[in-house]
Structure formats: structure tokens, C-alpha cells
């Protein structure tokens, strides 16, 4: 029997009110309130500190000044630096300036992102099967298969447990301070700074393509197994090629970001374009670092749109 318009709102708001998502909602809005607002009288912002004469003297003219190109300074009848446009002037300076760097601080910043990418996925892969809940801690695929004698069960959580407790340690220790541990051991070279984003990105790539693992639909898993299949052939006929695509588009994101922290690197003595941001910053070249920091946003602009390119395409396939 078909129900009114007054009883459809009527059944509509009784199931509202047997729904917990409202309540949910509202809780889980109330302590990211709760959070933000202990944030905010934890940290001294300094929002409420009065801008002082000497550091509005920094903040106005001293840095907008700096940044202005060097050949294209000029000062006015009352001593205030402005700057203006000439193409000849400026296009030399960029030249000049680009010749501080060249082509091979380019290069150099992106073969660290390269290599760290690729050993990053390499040590992932080892990583990712016993780190997978639904591959480390059964016997086989197929629903009847038993745990097997409590010596098995213990073995195979201890490795489970194991993997987890590593990727958790290369995820918990930032690129930053696995570079920092490395440049004591090895000194400043590119190497130090390929370990530490290989380190931290394997841990990221094995967790998340591990969770990719343990969502995969299992009725094609028992189907290979129920073949006569066993536990090594299931996974890498029938798990790694349903996990494959997906740990490629993790692989392209994590490249993204592996370019934009090999330029923080450079902050630590790694010869990438952030060593020669901070050289600039060090000596008050604004106008260089400015330039520096250009480049490497063009740089970190095409990795993301290539990365971007290449998971759309795989998405696709």
C-alpha cells in the first residue's frame, strides 16, 4: 500500500532518529573542536604582539626590498629602494644566477627523488605480504583452512608483528631526522639523503599497499587455492597483480612528495637546490633564494603534474 506524503516524512524521521550518524557527527565535531581550541591557548602565535618599529623596519622595506632583483634596485629622493623593469637587466640576472646552479643541481635533486623512489618500492615489496593480515596470519585462502598447531599460529603472528613494527619505525622517524642520523654516518652525500626518503617512503608504501591487501575480495583467492594453488602461488598470481596497480599509484604519489623534500634536505649540507636556498638566506640574498625557490616549485609543479599523468593512466587501464 502506498503511503502519503505525511507518512513518508513520519517513517523518514523515525529512521533519522534510529540512525547514530547524527550523533556521531556532533561528537566527533565537538572534539576536533576541542582539540583546535586547546591548540590555540597551548601555542604562543603571537597574534596578539605588537608590530615594534624595528621589526615592521625588517617586514617592510628590508625583506620586500631584498627580494627585489639586485640589478633592478633603485633608491628614491628619501632613501626607499623600489624596483624597476628592465627586461636586459633582469634576463642577465636570471642568467647569472641560474649559472649558480645550472643544470646539474636540477638533476641532482630529481635523481635523489628517482632513486629513493625506486629503493623505497623495492624494500616495500618485501615488506608488504607479511605485513598483510589476511596473507601472514592464515595457513592458506580457502575458508576451511585451519590456523594450524599453536606453534604455527605464534610463527606466523610473530612475523606479522614483526613486519608491522618496521614499518612503523620507518614511518615514525621523519625524512629529516633519518638524513640528519645518516649524514653522521656517511658525511654530506647524495647518498645520506637518497636513504633517508628510501627509508621513510618504504615504510609509507608497505603500510598503505598492505591495507590494499587486506581489502582485496577474497572469493578470487579461494577460487585459486580451491585449483589445488598454494599459499606462495595464491599470492603471487592472485595477490600481486590485483595489488600491483594500486602500489603504482601509491609510488607516483610518494614520488611527488620525494621531490619536494629532497629540496628541505639541501638544508642539511645535501647538494640539492635547498642547500643553495639556504646559502642564499645565510648571506641575505632574498632576491637569489627567491629565484631558487622558483625553480624548485617548477620542478616539484612537473612531478606532480607527471605523477598525476601516470596514476590517471593506470586508474584507466
Not at 592464515?138 to 618496521?166: K, V
Not at 628510501?198 to 577460487?223: F, M, Q, R, W, Y
Not at 603471487?236 to 603504482?248: C, D, E, I, N, T
Request: hydrophobic share 50%.
Amino acid at each position: 500500500m502506498a503511503m502519503n506524503r505525511e507518512e513518508r516524512l513520519q517513517a523518514i524521521r523515525a529512521l533519522k532518529k534510529k540512525s547514530p550518524g547524527d550523533r556521531v557527527l556532533l561528537f566527533s565535531t565537538a572534539i576536533f573542536a576541542s582539540c583546535c581550541a586547546l591548540s590555540w591557548f597551548a601555542l604562543d602565535l603571537g597574534l596578539t604582539h605588537p608590530v615594534t618599529g624595528k621589526s615592521r623596519f625588517h617586514v617592510q622595506p628590508r625583506f620586500v626590498a631584498d627580494v627585489i632583483p639586485f640589478p633592478l634596485r633603485v633608491k628614491d629622493e628619501y632613501g626607499h629602494i623600489h624596483g624597476k623593469w628592465d627586461s636586459d637587466l633582469f634576463f642577465g640576472w636570471a642568467q647569472e644566477t641560474w649559472a649558480e646552479i645550472g643544470w646539474s643541481g636540477v638533476v641532482e635533486t630529481v635523481s635523489i627523488s628517482v632513486l629513493a623512489i625506486v629503493l623505497a618500492a623495492i624494500c616495500a615489496a618485501f615488506l608488504v605480504l607479511p605485513a598483510s593480515r589476511n596473507v601472514a596470519l592464515r595457513r592458506g585462502f580457502l575458508p576451511a583452512d585451519d590456523e594450524g598447531s599453536r606453534w604455527e599460529r605464534g610463527g606466523r603472528y610473530g612475523l606479522f608483528l614483526m613486519a608491522r613494527s618496521i614499518l612503523l619505525l620507518l614511518r615514525a622517524i621523519p625524512e629529516f631526522v633519518w638524513a640528519f642520523l645518516l649524514l653522521i654516518l656517511l658525511g654530506p652525500v647524495a647518498l645520506a639523503g637518497v636513504l633517508a626518503l628510501a627509508l621513510h617512503n618504504a615504510g609509507i608504501l608497505a603500510k598503505l599497499t598492505s591495507e590494499s591487501v587486506e581489502d582485496l575480495e577474497p572469493k578470487p583467492l579461494h577460487a585459486l587455492a580451491g585449483l589445488g594453488a598454494g599459499k606462495l602461488a595464491v599470492s603471487m598470481l592472485g595477490v600481486g597483480p590485483r595489488a600491483y596497480r594500486q602500489f603504482l599509484v601509491y609510488f607516483f604519489y610518494r614520488w611527488e612528495t620525494c621531490i619536494r623534500e629532497t629540496a628541505i634536505l639541501g638544508i642539511l649540507a645535501i647538494h640539492t637546490l635547498g642547500l643553495h636556498i639556504d646559502h642564499a638566506f645565510a648571506f641575505f640574498h632574498y632576491d637569489k633564494a627567491v629565484f631558487f625557490i622558483l625553480v624548485n616549485s617548477a620542478i616539484v609543479i612537473v612531478g606532480d603534474f607527471l605523477g598525476s599523468l601516470a596514476r590517471r593512466t593506470i586508474r584507466r587501464a
